[in-house]
């Protein structure tokens, strides 16, 4: 079983939807992070968790530390939200900046 | 400010050869860490630098190294090319104290 699971692997959705991909891990951590990769690698930081919730315009990403569980919302999608996204945590015993990733999550917004 | 720069973009080597892949941080940040993105695996972690100095390394062969410069510029070189190389190497940098994390556009390797 992997450290970080993220579900689900494909999501598809029409231009509007209110989309949540969620993120369970199984160590402590100190951080959980949220990113994006768009075709052709680049990766975009999202949120950087360690409690609550972050909104940023139409993305809202919440943490349960209790639960080892994350999740991230798009809200009112549109197809420029098509991307991957990935989950990621920084292991509370880890010093330094060592990420552990989930499989990451494709989804893809159609007008 | 300018975001993290990696060189080159793409690369073709040939099995055996060796490559060095470079990464500025952003202006400020002291730690450098390198990340490995494949199909069949994802992500991994490489290694991490700091103050030229190695402070994390994933679990990756020894043909995988690195190092760090006094100016936090960052190289990773890869020797003996192996076809399971041909990756998308990301580079990522963050300022002290400070977990978020600017990543690079990455460098993708083909082996041939």
């Known amino acids: 079983k992997n450290e970080v699971e993220q579900s689900p692997q494909n999501l598809t959705a029409q231009e509007g939807e209110f989309i949540t991909i969620n993120c369970s891990y199984s160590?402590?951590?100190?951080?959980l992070h949220w990113l994006q990769q768009h075709p052709g690698g680049g990766i975009v930081s999202l949120f950087m968790l360690s409690s609550g919730k972050k909104k940023h315009g139409r993305l809202i990403a919440t943490i349960n530390i209790q639960e080892k569980h994350s999740s991230l919302h798009i809200t009112a999608s549109h197809p420029r939200d098509s991307a991957v996204y990935i989950c990621?945590?920084?292991?509370?015993?880890?010093?330094?900046?060592?990420?552990?990733f989930g499989e990451g999550t494709q989804l893809t917004v159609n007008p | 400010k300018a975001g993290v720069t990696q060189t080159p973009r793409y690369l073709i080597k040939t099995r055996g050869q060796q490559v060095t892949l470079s990464c500025s941080p952003i202006s400020g940040h002291r730690s450098v860490s390198w990340y490995q993105q494949t199909p069949g695996q994802g992500l991994q972690f490489l290694f991490e630098y700091f103050s030229e100095t190695q402070r994390n390394k994933g679990n990756f062969p020894g043909r995988f190294s690195g190092r760090q410069f006094s100016n936090s510029r960052s190289e990773m070189n890869v020797s003996t090319l192996e076809l399971g190389d041909s990756a998308l190497y990301l580079c990522a940098s963050s300022g002290q104290g400070n977990y978020g994390y600017t990543f690079g556009s990455g460098t993708r390797l083909t082996v041939v």
């Open positions: 160590v402590g951590i100190s951080a």
């Open positions: 990621a945590v920084r292991g509370r015993e880890t010093s330094g900046s060592r990420l552990t």
